[in-house]
T-cell receptor, first 112, second 107 residues
Framework: ETGVTQTPRHLVMGMTNKKSLKCEQHLGHNAMYWYKQSAKKPLELMFV???????ENNSVPSRFSPECPNSSHLFLHLHTLQPEDSALYLCASSLMPGNEQFFGPGTRLTVL | GQNIDQPTEMTATEGAIVQINCTYQTSGFNGLFWYQQHAGEAPTFLSYNVLDGLEEKGRFSSFLSRSKGYSYLLLKELQMKDSASYLC????????FGKGTSLLVTP
């Protein structure tokens, strides 16, 4: 069991659905991240939050909408996704941006 | 931007030593991380180098040369459980990861 939890662990959704991924960290960290991991591709950094403020958005399509209500929680709201968005979505946290990151177990997303 | 290169796959024998190389090109360097990721699991931290030289941690060591934009991860006394993907990540503000090296340890 790590200090970073993610729910759900698996999600199957249609292209017209709206769903949300949740991440929670119990490590007292100030930075949280969303990554996308597709087969045969490197981990892709999507968003970085530091002290609840978004500090980096790596040209992610607007159908992905992050939310960080406090330093312990991070959400990724999904709407009108495409089949190519199917991937493992990993949340991570660190004490400050750029420090050692601790990863959650990920949400395996399938878009039909 | 950042360009991080690692070999895609490597195979080594149980008990042997293997070296996984990583080269990078980046504007603004603030350290290099190595992570291990087993299939279907989240990455876990292995090592961090910010200054030139070798960092040793048990069976794993990591080396950095900032002038050459080069790092390697050295795994000694390989065990079957070391079969995993090894990710090199360069820190600028957040971490940017390479594609990872898939290591297969055979008996």
């Amino acid at each position: 069991e790590t200090g970073v939890t993610q729910t759900p662990r698996h999600l199957v959704m249609g292209m017209t659905n709206k769903k949300s991924l949740k991440c929670e960290q119990h490590l007292g960290h100030n930075a949280m991240y969303w990554y996308k991991q597709s087969a045969k591709k490197p981990l892709e950094l999507m968003f970085v939050y530091s002290l609840e403020e978004r500090v980096e958005n790596n040209s992610v399509p607007s159908r992905f909408s992050p939310e960080c209500p406090n330093s312990s929680h991070l959400f990724l709201h999904l709407h009108t996704l495409q089949p190519e968005d199917s991937a493992l979505y990993l949340c991570a946290s660190s004490l400050m941006p750029g420090n050692e990151q601790f990863f959650g177990p990920g949400t395996r997303l399938t878009v039909l | 931007g950042q360009n991080i290169d690692q070999p895609t796959e490597m195979t080594a024998t149980e008990g042997a030593i293997v070296q996984i190389n990583c080269t990078y090109q980046t504007s603004g360097f603030n350290g290099l991380f190595w992570y291990q990721q087993h299939a279907g699991e989240a990455p876990t931290f292995l090592s961090y180098n910010v200054l030139d030289g070798l960092e040793e941690k048990g069976r794993f060591s990591s080396f950095l040369s900032r002038s050459k934009g080069y790092s390697y991860l050295l795994l000694k006394e390989l065990q079957m459980k070391d079969s995993a993907s090894y990710l090199c990540a360069v820190r600028k503000y957040a971490l940017n990861f390479g594609k990872g090296t898939s290591l297969l340890v055979t008996p």
